[in-house]
C-alpha cells in the first residue's frame, strides 16, 4: 500500500476514535447517565490530567527505547480495552478512573502520529511541509464522520427508525446502553487501528547516546533542556495559552448556542435545534485550512503564521460575543465557526512543524510530546479551571443563566493580549530553507 495513503488512514482513524465519543461526553453523562454535576464534572479533566506527563514519556520511550510504530499500535488497543470497559460502567468515580486511563493511553498517539508521519515521510523523501498537512486533513475529516456516527447511533429514536441495522445488531451483542455505543464504536475501531500500525513501516528508536552521556540523556530527559533556550520557552508558554483557548470553546461553545433556547422568540431557532450541526462548521473549515498551511508557512514563516492564528481566536470569540440566532448575529455565528478551523490549525499543526525543523532529530519525540503536554495539558487545565472559576464568580445571573456576551468579550480580550505579548516577544526569523530541511 502507499505510503501516503497509509498514514492518511492512521491520520483518519487517530482522530475517528476521540471524535466518536468526545462531543457528546456530557450528553452521556449529564442526560443518559442523570450524573449529576459534581458527580460527573471531574471526567473532563481527565484529558488535560493526562496530556501533562504521558505524551512526554511516551516521547521519551519512542526515542530511547521502542519502535514508535509499535508503541503507537500497542497504547490504542489498550485505549479501545478502556473503552469498551467505560460502556459497561454505572459509577460516575469509577467512570473518571477508566477515562483517565484510556486518556492516559490515547493522548500521546496525537504527537506519536505526527513523529511517526514526519519520519517515514522524510524518509521517503517527501517534502514534509507540503505533503503532511493533506494527509493531517483526513484527521478532521475522521472526527466529523464520528461526530455524526455517533449522533445517528447514539440516539433510540434513530435506531428504531433503522430496524436491524449495523448500529441495532451491535447494540444487540453489547446490551441495550443505546448510547454507550459511542464508546464501542471507538473502541473497535482504535483497536483495528492498533493492530494496523504493527505493519507501518519501522520506526526504530535513533539510539545515539553515547558511553559518556549524562543521567539525563540516558533517561530521555533531555528534550526538557529545551526550556533552557529562550525562543523554544516562550514558544512552550505560548502553547499553553492557546491551549486554554482551545479548551474555551470546547467546552462552551455548544452550551452558548444551547442556551438561545431559554428566550423564547429563540427556542424554535435553527442554532439550538441543530447546535452540533453548526458547531462542526469548525471542523469543516479546518480541512481548508490545514492544506493552505504549507502555503502560508514558506510565505509568511512560523511566527507570523502563528500571530494569525491567535488573532483568529480573538475574532472567533469577539464574533461570538455579538452573536445571535437571526439576522446579523447568525452570520457571525457562522463565520465564528469558519474562523476556527484557521485559528486552531495555524497553531497547533504549524506549531508541530516548527518543532520538528527546530530540534535535534534525537529528542524529536520527546520534544513533540512536550508540546502536546504544552497544549493539551497545563493549557487545558488552566482554561478549563480558570474559565470555571471566572464564569461562577462572575458571569452568573442570578437565575443560573450566563453573561455569553461578556465571557466571549472577555475571552476575546485574553486572546488579544497573548497575541500582542508573543508579537513582542517572541523573536523569530522567518528563513524558508530551513522549512525545506525538513524532508531531509
Known amino acids: 500500500m502507499n505510503l501516503k495513503l497509509r498514514l492518511t488512514i492512521v491520520s483518519f482513524l487517530q482522530f475517528f476514535v476521540w471524535g466518536a465519543w468526545l462531543t457528546t461526553l456530557g450528553t452521556y453523562g449529564f442526560a443518559y447517565k442523570q450524573w449529576s454535576g459534581a458527580e460527573f464534572g471531574a471526567v473532563f479533566s ?6 501533562i506527563f504521558m505524551p512526554a514519556l511516551m516521547g521519551i520511550v519512542a526515542d530511547k527505547w521502542i519502535n514508535a510504530e509499535k508503541l503507537y499500535g500497542a497504547l490504542h488497543i489498550l485505549y479501545g480495552v478502556t473503552l469498551f470497559l467505560l460502556a459497561k460502567t454505572d459509577d460516575p468515580t469509577t467512570f473518571f478512573w477508566i477515562l483517565l486511563i484510556g ?33 493531517r486533513v483526513w484527521g478532521t475529516i475522521g472526527f466529523i464522520a464520528a461526530m455524526w456516527t455517533t449522533n445517528i447511533f447514539s440516539d433510540e429514536q434513530s435506531f428504531s427508525d433503522f430496524g436491524i441495522s449495523v448500529g441495532y445488531s451491535i447494540a444487540n451483542i453489547f446490551g441495550n446502553s443505546l448510547n454507550a455505543n459511542q464508546f464501542y464504536l471507538a473502541g473497535i475501531f482504535a483497536i483495528i487501528l492498533g493492530i494496523f500500525a504493527f505493519f507501518l513501516p519501522k520506526c526504530p528508536p535513533p539510539r545515539l547516546i553515547s558511553q ?14 529545551l526550556f533552557k533556550q529562550r525562543k523554544m520557552a516562550l514558544f512552550f508558554i505560548f502553547s499553553m495559552f492557546l491551549g486554554a483557548a482551545l479548551q474555551l470553546t470546547n467546552m462552551y461553545g455548544d452550551t452558548f448556542l444551547k ?3 431559554s428566550v423564547e422568540a429563540f427556542k424554535d431557532s435553527a442554532v439550538v435545534q441543530y447546535s452540533t450541526m453548526i458547531i462542526s ?25 502563528m500571530l494569525i492564528s491567535m488573532f483568529a481566536w480573538v475574532l472567533r470569540f469577539g464574533f461570538f460575543s455579538a452573536g445571535a440566532p437571526e439576522g446579523f448575529g447568525l452570520l457571525l455565528i457562522i463565520l465564528s465557526n469558519i474562523i476556527y478551523g484557521m485559528a486552531f490549525d495555524f497553531f497547533n499543526i504549524s506549531g508541530s512543524l516548527f518543532v520538528e525543523s527546530t530540534t535535534d532529530s534525537k529528542i ?16 487545558a487545565i488552566l482554561g478549563s479551571a480558570v474559565s470555571g ?37 517572541f523573536k523569530h526569523k522567518h528563513n524558508p530553507e530551513v522549512l525545506a530541511d525538513v524532508k531531509h
Not at 490515547?106 to 505533503?131: A, C, E, F, G, R
Not at 462548521?281 to 504549507?294: H, K, N, V
Not at 524529536?364 to 493549557?379: I, K, Y
Open 259 to 261: 442556551d438561545f433556547g
Open 212 to 225: 559518556n552521556a549524562t543521567i539525563t540523556q540516558k533517561l530521555g530527559l533531555d528534550a526538557f533542556s
Open 281 to 305: 462548521i469548525s471542523q469543516i473549515s479546518e480541512t481548508l485550512f490545514i492544506l493552505a498551511i504549507p502555503f502560508f508557512l514558506y510565505k509568511f514563516g512560523i511566527k507570523k503564521v
Open 103 to 135: 486518556m492516559c493511553f490515547y493522548m500521546p498517539t496525537l504527537s506519536l502520529s505526527n513523529s511517526i508521519s514526519y519520519k517515514l515521510l522524510k524518509d521517503s523523501h517527501y517534502d514534509v511541509v507540503k505533503v503532511f498537512p493533506p494527509i
Open 364 to 379: 524529536r519525540s520527546s520534544a513533540q510530546g512536550l508540546f502536546m503536554m504544552m497544549t493539551n495539558g497545563f493549557g
Open 46 to 51: 481527565t484529558l488535560g490530567i493526562a496530556s
Open 389 to 425: 472559576w471566572a464564569i461562577s464568580s462572575f458571569f452568573t445571573t442570578q437565575d443560573g443563566g450566563k453573561a455569553w456576551h461578556e465571557i466571549w468579550l472577555v475571552f476575546a480580550i485574553y486572546a488579544l493580549v497573548v497575541a500582542i505579548l508573543f508579537a513582542i516577544l
